[in-house]
């Protein structure tokens, strides 16, 4: 059977009328005023051929006479995919002819350019979608629109939205023309504009359509809608609201929280696991200094589409701090301090009396504590040698460190992950390891501040260049080594694919190039590193090789990352020595304060990123016993594969391994929505607990014509072709291209020995990628929104580090010649 009437269709048969039809069935059985009419099943899209004969027969049932036609996919108002717009509908069609060119007008628009475009942004096999068509009759409408039941814009659930315009309403779907705009708050009385085509009996009478339908789906919806001559109310449609980041857990007061991921360079989801053990670090810290904390509270942060939140409702809350918050929020870039400035004004966040400070615990935790960081911390500003031996012999031992043996049975390996793994991650071996971390952040600030009016902004900037003693930088060089041991192998590593060098490596049947000893170095490693979930490149070294094949590219020795790294150090060098005369001549004795903090910090202030280093060890062995774990259950038949179990959080895995509970189905569930986050291209910095994207609240300051604003991360002033990456895994960047990205981490660094220029869309000064940017003298503007929709590949873009702008110089539009040819690197006389 080709032809099944509206009110014949349930949930389940997505597969046979597309997702369309299957809402509109649902609201025919929820018994919603819906224009009676009949789908076409995908059967006669797969059959090619159109019956003409039934399509006839069901037209004349309905009736005959004008009929909306409208295209149905299996692939279409799905829950992360609209496809709004992206294939036909056809309006005002009479009699079989008509009605059977409109049936292939819709079969042709699964192939239109726009959505195949869509379906390949999505990831979707165009060999799994199918077409239905939905026929159904014509509403005169006398005005018609949209509701959405959750303010699209910026989130907020507390608020729906109407767009509206006299007539049939496809002004306002296709946004071809002029509407009226309502915004109904959820529960306070409707109220429409005087001029307005909406009446307020007519927008409550929306408002409660809506609560209707987003009880039934289960989330916030986008309705089509249209009240015809006599005032009745037609629903047309409805369909998830597919751009809404997820909404935060119900409180009883409007809370605000701050995404932590993009200040370290991590915009796609944590695992549930990886959530969950991240949480617990806070809990087993409070359990070794004998604090009361409540296990579910940790510290404040909350887990929002698996990115960790932090809470700081009370900051904003607090009288003693609140009116210097937006200050410290400085570090973070100007998109944040913005959100907090406008919500620190907001009555929700007004002022209320503080908590007393829980003083005995401070000072407990204090006499516990202190001797070592205080000892440490001057150990490493007075002997910075013997403080980054010590930091190495820490890590030499963690690296030893027995975890449990082949003879350990599941629950202990279980127990090791969530329990005795934190012993070196909050150890003491893992304070000596930080001291000089937290030393040389401290010798990155003193010197801007004891030669302020002396220095400028950039110059501070280039004394933090080439800093020696950098475990990322040093990582990346030892790529550069590895890149030249593969050389000697011509075509083999510049040409074959990742995927399958990193096969071949498995199997044994690649020549060696050293990569055994840079894995025992850095195999702990990985892009968004911090999450236990995610393999390190020991498992899967297709990254290295990737980063291999880039480095390969470059045939210019004096671009070589090695050359680029020594001179920064040299400008550094000479910059040290320019400011501290400076210095001395115009304040002699904090010039010379100054004088010793610079040189002391180009000793330190390299050790910075080893903290983290460091803790990736003992978590990286964590991550070995998790998958441990995974492959105990799934012989079990409790998961499906072994790393399944990244896609339960600790109580999850518990209840598998302890009472035999099957968790395939959640596992499965889980994937399938940490997928689907993956894929979101963007992530608030700031959002209230009803769901606000308090950004889209701020009024930017417009930027200078013709170029985009963020923050100067890393100085310097360069031209050349960008090159616009989503994931460093299996990236491909030529010499002197500019990099333009979501967000960088220490797994993205490699490429930066390529790149001309770094442009990211989040992100925080003291974060690593800008951190290394600095290092490697390559010009950096962060926090950039939308740089990676607003900028394309080809692209011939300006950077400018000190300014903080991207300027776009010309669109390339046949994407000709080399990327990066036309690059003209103007940050250093010295650059060659």
């Known amino acids: 059977m080709t032809i099944v009437a509206l009110n014949g269709i349930s949930a389940g048969m997505t597969d046979r009328v597309g997702g369309k039809a299957t809402g509109l069935g649902a609201m025919v059985a929820l018994g919603e005023r819906v224009p009676p009419g009949f789908c076409l099943t995908t059967e006669a899209h797969t059959s090619g051929e159109i019956p003409r004969a039934e399509l006839a027969a069901a037209y004349d049932e309905l009736g005959g006479g004008r009929v909306a036609v409208r295209s149905s996919a299996t692939a279409e108002d799905l829950p992360d995919a609209s496809f709004a717009g992206q294939q036909d509908t056809v309006l005002d069609v009479e009699g079989t002819d008509d009605l059977v060119a409109a049936v292939r007008r819709c079969w042709d628009s699964l192939d239109s350019e726009r959505a195949v475009g869509y379906r390949e942004a999505l990831g979707i096999d165009r060999a799994s979608v199918r077409m239905a068509v939905v026929v159904q009759r014509m509403v005169d409408a006398s005005v018609a629109g949209v509701l959405f039941t959750a303010d699209p814009m910026t989130g907020c659930r507390t608020s729906m939205v109407v767009d509206a315009a006299p007539g049939p309403g496809t002004t306002v779907v296709d946004g071809s023309g002029p509407a009226d705009h309502y915004v109904l708050p959820r529960d306070a009385p409707v109220d429409g504009p005087p001029d307005g085509c909406l009446t307020p009996a007519q927008l409550e009478e929306l408002r409660a359509a809506g609560r209707r339908l987003q009880t039934h789906f289960g989330t916030p919806q986008d309705v089509e809608w249209a009240f015809d001559g006599d005032g009745v109310l037609w629903l047309l449609q409805s369909r998830a609201i597919t751009t809404l980041f997820p909404e935060p857990p119900r409180t009883p007061d ?60 009370g900051l904003l809350r607090d009288p003693r701090v609140r009116d210097r918050l937006p200050q410290a929020m400085d570090v973070y870039g100007p998109r944040v301090r913005a959100a907090v400035e406008l919500m620190r004004d907001d009555p929700r966040f007004a002022p209320v009396p503080p908590k007393p400070l829980p003083v005995r615990t401070a000072l407990a935790v204090a006499a516990r504590t202190a001797p070592m960081f205080v000892g440490g911390l001057i150990r490493s500003l007075a002997r910075p040698g013997a403080s980054r031996a010590d930091a190495w012999a820490a890590v030499r031992r ?22 005795e793994g934190y012993d070196d991650i909050l150890g003491a071996d893992m304070i000596r390891a930080a001291m000089p971390t937290m030393a040389g952040l401290l010798l990155t600030v003193l010197p801007s501040a004891l030669l302020d009016g002396v220095a400028s902004e950039d110059e501070l900037d280039h004394v933090l260049g080439g800093m020696p003693h950098n475990v990322t930088t040093e990582m990346d060089l030892a790529l550069w080594r590895l890149a030249q041991n593969a050389r000697r192998h011509g075509a083999l590593f510049a040409g074959t694919d ?12 690649l020549p060696d190039i050293g990569l055994v000893e840079f894995l025992d170095a850095y195999g702990h490693r990985a892009a968004a590193e911090v999450d236990i979930g995610v393999p390190r490149w020991s498992e899967d070294p297709a990254p290295v090789f990737a980063t291999i094949a880039n480095y390969l590219r470059i045939d210019d020795p004096d671009q070589s990352p090695a050359r680029r790294f020594e001179r920064a150090a040299v400008r550094a060098r000479r910059t040290v020595t320019e400011l501290s005369l400076r210095g001395r001549a ?30 990736l060890v003992p978590y990286a ?49 889980r994937r399938a929505v940490h997928a689907r986050e993956t894929r979101r291209s963007g992530v608030p910095v700031a959002l209230l607990s009803d769901g606000t994207d308090v950004e889209a609240l701020v009024q930017s300051e417009p930027a200078p014509e013709g170029a985009l604003s963020g923050l100067g991360a890393a100085p310097g002033r360069v031209t050349g072709r960008a090159r616009v990456v989503h994931d460093p895994a299996g990236a491909r960047i030529e010499p002197g291209e500019i990099l333009v990205v979501p967000t960088t981490d220490p797994g993205w ?10 442009v990211t869309e989040t992100g925080s000064i003291v974060a690593h990628g800008p951190t290394v940017a600095r290092e490697y003298g390559i010009p950096a503007v962060i926090c950039v929104r ?31 010649g080399r990327p990066g040819e036309d690059g003209d690197r103007r940050d250093d006389p010295d650059a060659g």
């Open 586 to 615: 115009r304040r002699p004795v904090r010039g010379r304060i100054a004088a010793v903090a610079m040189r002391r910090s180009r000793e330190l202030s390299g050790m910075r990123e080893f903290a983290k280093f460091a803790w």
């Open 254 to 313: 409007t809370r605000m929280y701050l995404e932590l991921g993009h200040i370290q360079g991590m915009l796609r989801p944590f695992t549930p696991m990886g959530l969950s053990l991240m949480g617990r670090v806070w809990v087993r810290w409070c359990e070794r200094m004998s604090i009361p904390v409540d296990p579910g509270a940790a510290f404040g942060t909350v887990g929002i589409g698996g990115r960790l939140f932090v809470d700081i409702t």
């Open 786 to 816: 939308h740089a990676t929709r607003e900028i394309a590949t080809g692209d011939l873009v300006t950077v400018d580090g000190s300014a903080g702008t991207v300027v776009s110089e010309e669109r390339d539009g046949d994407g000709g």
């Open 749 to 758: 660094t490699p490429l930066f020995m390529t790149a001309g220029g770094l």
């Open 498 to 509: 990742p995927a399958e060098l990193a096969a071949r490596d498995r199997e044994g049947t």
């Open 621 to 669: 062995r964590m991550r070995e016993q998790l998958l441990l774990v995974g492959a105990d259950l799934a012989a079990r038949g409790l998961l499906d594969r072994a790393d399944d179990i990244v896609f339960l959080d600790v109580d999850e895995a518990r209840s598998a391994v302890h009472e035999g509970v099957d968790q395939r189905a959640l596992a499965a569930g």
């Open 398 to 419: 963690m690296r030893t460190r027995p975890g449990p043996g082949p003879t350990a049975t599941t629950a202990e390996r279980l127990r090791f992950v969530t329990e």
